[in-house]
């Protein structure tokens, strides 16, 4: 552990709601919030505004529960004072980005310290302590929590990085980093997992996907063939049986990966990154449910 960071945090009163019971009936509205993508690009906590207002506005919704939709740090990236416009400065933040050539992944501490402090940094925000300070919060991961477009069963990052040692550490650690600082019961028959559901009472169902642990890799042809998976047969089978035995009104279903939108550069070479192959294919995402 690194000497700079202390052991204990600092303790603060907050107050959250529970889901209601779903053995009770209940005509209460249910409202949440989701969002994602903190912080990436170098925008980072703006200096003329203390921080990510943002929060500030969620929180007068008085959302029930708030779903963090991934990429809640964006690990590869910077947070320099001069930000990607004239008018845009950051309270800078004292970090490399994970994918940077000074970040030795076979070094450990390092990879550990990178991450720690991303999520340091971004937890530091006063709005956001406030916001979570008063609403529970569902949390989910997705590619920047470790590094842009990965899959964590893949033997390197990409195409361009085959020797770059180390990759299986940032996996690890960027994971660790993402329990360490998100409210999740871990599974005590599966610590690494993410995907979750959760009731609501007798209106809504809350079904939490993982679009980075199980996935084929990008690059992986799209043919029949290579029956290509995001989600992995287990969770698939999971989130299936979940829709099908659910008796809710509402069965929401948080998907982390962009379903319409086609992600990812040099795709010819790394693949695309979500379900849409190309931009003008008509997408459609069927569960069968047997």
Same mark, same amino acid.
């Given at each position: 552990?690194?000497?700079?960071?202390?052991?204990?945090?600092?303790?603060?009163?907050?107050?959250?709601?529970?889901?209601?019971?779903?053995?009770?009936?209940?005509?209460?509205?249910?409202?949440?919030?989701?969002?994602?993508?903190?912080?990436?690009?170098?925008?980072?906590?703006?200096?003329?505004?203390?921080?990510?207002?943002?929060?500030?506005?969620?929180?007068?919704?008085?959302?029930d529960f708030f779903i963090a939709n991934g990429d809640m740090i964006y690990a590869a990236d910077k947070c *320099? =004072?001069?930000?990607?416009?004239? /008018?845009?400065?950051? &309270?800078?933040?004292? !970090?490399? %980005?994970?994918?940077?050539? @000074?970040?030795?992944?076979?070094?450990?501490?390092?990879?550990?310290?990178?991450?720690?402090?991303?999520?340091?940094?971004?937890?530091?925000?006063?709005?956001?302590?406030?916001?979570?300070?008063?609403?529970?919060?569902?949390?989910?991961?997705?590619?920047?929590?470790?590094?842009?477009?990965?899959?964590?069963?893949?033997?390197?990052?990409?195409?361009?990085?085959?020797?770059?040692?180390?990759?299986?550490?940032?996996?690890?650690?960027?994971?660790?980093?993402?329990?360490?600082?998100? *409210? =999740?019961?871990?599974?005590?028959? /599966?610590?690494?997992? &993410?995907?979750?559901? !959760?009731? %609501?009472?007798?209106?809504? @169902?809350?079904?939490?996907?993982?679009?980075?642990?199980?996935?084929?890799?990008?690059?992986?042809?799209?043919?029949?063939?290579?029956?290509?998976?995001?989600?992995?047969?287990?969770?698939?089978?999971?989130?299936?049986?979940?829709?099908?035995?659910?008796?809710?009104?509402?069965?929401?279903?948080?998907?982390?990966?962009?379903?319409?939108?086609?992600?990812?550069?040099?795709?010819?070479?790394?693949?695309?990154?979500?379900?849409?192959?190309?931009?003008?294919?008509?997408?459609?995402?069927?569960?069968?449910?047997?």
């Amino acid at each position: 552990m690194n000497n700079n960071y202390s052991l204990f945090s600092d303790t603060l009163a907050g107050s959250f709601r529970t889901a209601p019971d779903p053995s009770l009936s209940s005509t209460k509205p249910i409202s949440f919030i989701f969002a994602a993508d903190l912080g990436g690009q170098k925008h980072c906590r703006q200096v003329d505004r203390g921080g990510y207002t943002i929060f500030e506005l969620m929180k007068e919704l008085s959302p029930d529960f708030f779903i963090a939709n991934g990429d809640m740090i964006y690990a590869a990236d910077k947070c *320099p =004072i001069e930000g990607l416009s004239d /008018d845009w400065k950051n &309270i800078p933040g004292n !970090f490399s %980005g994970i994918a940077d050539s @000074d970040v030795n992944w076979t070094n450990i501490e390092q990879v550990h310290d990178t991450y720690l402090r991303h999520w340091q940094y971004n937890r530091a925000d006063p709005y956001l302590r406030d916001f979570l300070q008063n609403t529970s919060m569902y949390s989910q991961w997705d590619d920047h929590e470790v590094i842009n477009n990965f899959g964590a069963l893949w033997p390197y990052w990409n195409s361009f990085n085959k020797d770059r040692g180390g990759y299986t550490n940032i996996v690890n650690k960027g994971r660790e980093a993402f329990f360490n600082y998100s *409210p =999740i019961d871990r599974n005590p028959n /599966d610590k690494n997992r &993410i995907y979750r559901s !959760f009731n %609501g009472g007798p209106y809504l @169902d809350l079904f939490i996907l993982d679009g980075r642990s199980y996935r084929s890799p990008n690059s992986m042809a799209d043919t029949p063939e290579n029956n290509k998976t995001l989600l992995g047969n287990k969770q698939l089978q999971w989130l299936e049986q979940g829709l099908k035995n659910s008796s809710a009104t509402w069965k929401v279903i948080s998907n982390d990966i962009p379903i319409l939108v086609p992600t990812g550069a040099n795709a010819s070479i790394l693949g695309r990154d979500g379900w849409a192959k190309e931009t003008k294919q008509t997408f459609r995402l069927k569960l069968v449910l047997r």
